[in-house]
């Protein structure tokens, strides 16, 4: 049975700072890119960072410089190291695991991110 469960989101003040995780199993994580979307209410979903199969990390340009992606295939996790949030990061995060020879995606639930004050 497949799982991906995303987990560490919360509210936090603008300038803040917050790290996500997802935790996989299931599936044969190392085969798969991972990535991070997110969805802001009433926006589409967007592609915020992707971790590939050998590494290498891609950034949209709305969170570039701010976030940082990573991989531990012994844990079957990824995380999302997000610093100097503002207002406008408040979505829910979603990780995805999508296979390196394309076609198959799983999704998490999601976990929402808040920054207010």
């Known amino acids: 049975q497949v799982q991906v469960v995303e987990s560490g989101g919360g509210l936090v003040q603008p300038g803040g700072s917050l790290r996500l995780s997802c935790a996989s199993s299931?599936?044969?994580?190392?085969?798969?890119?991972m990535r991070w979307f997110r969805q802001a209410p009433g926006k589409e979903r967007e592609l915020v960072a992707t971790?590939?199969?050998?590494?290498?990390?891609t950034y949209s340009d709305s969170m570039k410089g701010r976030c940082t992606i990573s991989r531990d295939n012994s844990k079957n996790s990824v995380y999302l190291q997000m610093n100097s949030l503002k207002p406008e990061d408040t979505a829910v995060y979603y990780c995805?695991?999508?296979?390196?020879?394309?076609?198959?995606?799983?999704w998490g639930k999601g976990t929402l991110v808040t920054v207010s004050n």
């Open positions: 995805n695991a999508h296979s390196a020879w394309g076609g198959i995606n799983y």
């Open positions: 299931g599936f044969i994580f190392s085969n798969y890119h």
């Open positions: 971790t590939t199969i050998t590494g290498d990390t």
